[in-house]
């Protein structure tokens, strides 16, 4: 538990499944108050909502595209009407889908990149423009992935959007790091959550994704969400512009375990 988290408000945006939903249940458990936003998933953000409120937080749900300045605007003036401000503001929303490059619609990568890293500058911004106008101490915390460090053929607009938001995080930190605001990445490996229950109900490509993770597993939501409360609290207090992986070892270089090379 990080007692200062008590009370205090947190944004979290694609809180309705996988890591969001868990991170929003830890934020419960931290004692936070936590607005969900989903895009679609309704009953999964009712159901992450109910799970903080379980946890010992508070909860409310809003709807919202986190790709669009009104969609962040609206969820803005949700929070400070329901909790009375912003202390944390968690840009996790994220998709992805698999093409070769040379197939990739610019539809697909306009969405992609709209999502996971135009979604991230607005939310950013938002959550900026708030601290500021409230000359309060902050912090933003973005779900970034391995694939900011990896490359993933098949997937260019997704790494390219992870890249973009490596170089992103960087620079708002420096800029920003008088004003006491912090910014961070966590970059999350194969995680077991809904955008790879397909993938891993395959036992053929489960043990090919375990076997470049040197810990010999697939992660699991709640271990990417105790990163997330560590960056939220006072206990990172210091920490500003770095990326925290979350992947069992994904981004060393596997294929050297054993000795090899
Ligand atoms: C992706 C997962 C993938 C993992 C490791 C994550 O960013 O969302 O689908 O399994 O990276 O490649």
Known sequence: MYKELIQKVAVITGGSKGIGTAISERLGQEGMNVVV???????GALEA????????GR???????????????KMIDFAISKFGGIDLWINNAGMENQHST?????????????????????????????????????????????????????????AASKGGVK?????????????????NNIGPGAINTPINAAKFADPEKLANTVKMVPM??????????????????????????????VDGGMTLYPSFQGGQG
């Open 37 to 43: 936003n989903y895009n679609s998933d309704k009953k």
């Open 49 to 56: 909502a109910e799970k903080v409120e379980e946890a010992g």
């Open 59 to 73: 909860s409310a749900i809003i709807q919202a595209d986190v790709g669009s300045e009104e969609g962040v605007q």
């Open 102 to 158: 040379h197939e990739l619609s610019l539809e697909d990568w306009e969405r992609v990149i709209n999502v996971n890293l135009t979604g991230v500058f607005l939310g950013t911004k938002a959550a900026l423009n708030h601290f500021l106008e409230k000359n309060k101490a902050g912090s933003i915390i973005n779900i970034s992935s391995v694939h900011e460090k990896i490359p993933w053929p098949t997937f260019a607009h997704y």
């Open 167 to 183: 170089q992103f995080t960087e620079t708002v930190a420096m800029e920003y790091a008088d004003k006491n605001i912090r910014i």
């Open 216 to 245: 010999k597993r697939i992660g699991d939501p709640k271990e990417v969400a105790a990163a997330a409360a560590w960056l939220a609290s006072d206990e990172s207090s210091y920490v500003t512009g770095v990326t925290l992986f």
